[in-house]
């Protein structure tokens, strides 16, 4: 059984995670994009993914990936290319509206974000920087 101070830390998490999570959709929502596809062409704009790639990103079945990737690419948001080094493989690109709109999405979030955080001290935030990246770490594993 989890002691108080584990129950709280496991709250405590999932609460973080409800309120990035609730933060995400609000910004995707006025741009058109479900919170999932606003996170695929934030994946997209880096890596240029396949299809494989976007579900182990996504935590979704290979099999979601195709209608997703349908409705960006209806939009003019994402084309599909051959992979240079294998040609059996397709990887998913932004065009340059989507591009735009990554860009436009991550400055509406980045900018909620900061905004609920901007009481906090350098030292705080450093303090915070330090941790998720520990736990992300933790949780990969």
Do not use: Y
Not at 65 to 92: F, H, N, S, W, Y
Request: aromatic letters at 6%; one cysteine or more.
């Amino acid at each position: 059984m989890a002691s108080t101070s584990e129950d709280e830390l496991i709250e405590t998490i999932v609460g973080f995670f409800r309120e990035t999570d609730g933060l995400f959709s609000a910004t995707s929502r006025p741009l058109g994009l479900t919170p999932q596809q606003a996170q695929m062409l934030c994946f997209t704009q880096h890596l240029q993914p396949s299809f494989g790639e976007l579900a182990g990103l996504l935590h979704c079945d290979k099999t979601n990936i195709t209608g997703l990737v349908d409705r960006l690419e209806k939009r003019g948001l994402v084309i599909r290319q051959p992979d240079a080094q294998d040609r059996r493989m397709t990887r998913v690109h932004l065009t340059p509206e989507g591009e735009e709109l990554t860009k436009r999405f991550q400055h509406a979030f980045n900018s909620a974000l900061t905004s609920r955080l901007r009481d906090w001290t350098a030292a705080d935030r450093k303090d915070l920087l330090r941790l998720l990246r520990s736990a992300t770490t933790a949780l990969r594993g």
